[in-house]
């Protein structure tokens, strides 16, 4: 079965400090990753995908097929960042399979 | 383009009553449809999902169910409400071909408080 873990509840760093967001996932196929953001009193919605390999407000993330994971790095976090993030995973047409999500509180 | 409809925003409803929430999506067909309750602490729980008209997946047990009774239609239902079917209920919907649209896109969701 399709399983997302995601570690850590909350995450605390300070502005401009480096930001990583771990998410480990469990499938026997190939799954497409994704990491979605929801801001405070915002719709959640896609912040990237593996597919994709693009940098989305400085956020990229790597799809480790060996370990497993998909982390969401940031080198430099700012106030905006702070949100609650999810990690996801679909393959095909099968459902969507979300994480327990991880709050990210940038200090100012 | 694509859109998802979700009502209402909230909600108030006491313990017993029925419960009836709706989802529609616009420009697209044959989508894969979605509950979900988003939990303080426990992220994005998966209620339901539909891949067709009448085909509902139930996740977990509870005191709720879904139905589909159109191809872009979705709708979450209680006939008697529990004070713990309180929370932040969210539909989304996906494509349903590999490598297309995989991605979801969510409703605005529904901020349900049955007392």
């Known amino acids: 079965a399709q399983r997302v873990t995601q570690p850590e509840k909350l995450l605390s760093v300070f502005k401009g400090a480096p930001v990583e967001l771990k998410c480990n996932y469990s499938y026997s196929g190939s799954p497409e990753l994704f990491w979605y953001v929801q801001y405070s009193r915002q719709r959640l919605q896609l912040l990237l995908r593996h597919i994709s390999r693009e940098s989305i407000k400085g956020f990229t993330a790597d799809l480790n097929k060996g370990e497993t994971s998909f982390h969401l790095k940031k080198p430099f976090a700012q106030e905006e960042d702070s949100a609650m993030y999810y990690c996801a995973l679909k393959q095909g047409y099968q459902k969507v399979t979300f994480g327990t999500g991880t709050k990210l509180q940038v200090i100012p | 383009s694509q859109t998802i409809h979700q009502w209402p925003a909230t909600l108030v409803q006491p313990v017993g009553s029925p419960l009836s929430l709706e989802c529609t999506v616009e420009?697209?067909?044959?989508?894969?449809l979605y509950w979900y309750r988003q939990a303080a602490g426990r992220g994005l729980q998966l209620l339901f999902y539909s891949v067709g008209i009448g085909q509902i997946s139930s996740e977990v047990p509870q005191n709720l169910s879904a139905s589909r009774p159109q191809d872009r239609q979705f709708i979450l239902s209680s006939k008697k409400l529990l004070l713990s079917d309180s929370g932040f209920y969210l539909c989304?919907?996906?494509?349903?071909?590999?490598?297309?649209?995989?991605?979801?896109?969510f409703g605005q969701g529904t901020r349900l408080t049955v007392v």
């Open positions: 420009g697209t067909s044959n989508p894969n």
């Open positions: 989304a919907w996906s494509g349903d071909r590999d490598g297309e649209q995989n991605e979801a896109f």
